[in-house]
């Protein structure tokens, strides 16, 4: 069909800021995790779909189901919605304390 653009799993967007593989990115509405570096303005392909561990708040503990949010000041994954953006949802439970947990990326509709 003549008006195919991609898929829709990864996306390739200016980045709002740099980041490096594996970066949360989040321009607008599209929430993702970068494929590759790349310097603020630059392309970069995020991927807005699918389950990636993520940087948490060490001393937070998630189970799974928990929804999730991303505090772009301290880059890394809480509970607390207020000030934060939704990023997803916890597949895996996270004890108090680690570094990281799973997290399914809400699809943003």
């Known amino acids: 069909m003549k008006n195919f653009i991609q898929c829709g ?4 967007i200016p980045a709002p800021a740099a980041v490096l593989s594996g970066g949360v990115v989040i321009a607008g ?3 993702g995790v970068a494929n590759g570096d790349a310097e603020s303005g630059a392309d970069v392909d995020v991927a807005v779909e699918g ?3 993520l940087p948490k708040v ?3 503990a998630i189970a799974v189901g928990d929804l999730l949010y991303w505090d772009a000041t301290a880059k890394l994954v809480t509970k607390t919605a207020t000030g934060n953006t939704k990023i997803g949802v916890a ?3 996270a004890a108090n304390p680690s570094a990281s ?6 699809p943003v509709i």
Not at 101 to 106: F, G, T
């Open 101 to 106: 947990v799973n997290v399914r990326l809400v």
């Open 9 to 12: 799993e990864n996306l390739t």
């Open 91 to 93: 597949t895996t439970a």
């Open 58 to 60: 060490s001393a937070l």
């Open 29 to 31: 509405s599209i929430i």
């Open 51 to 53: 389950v990636f561990d």
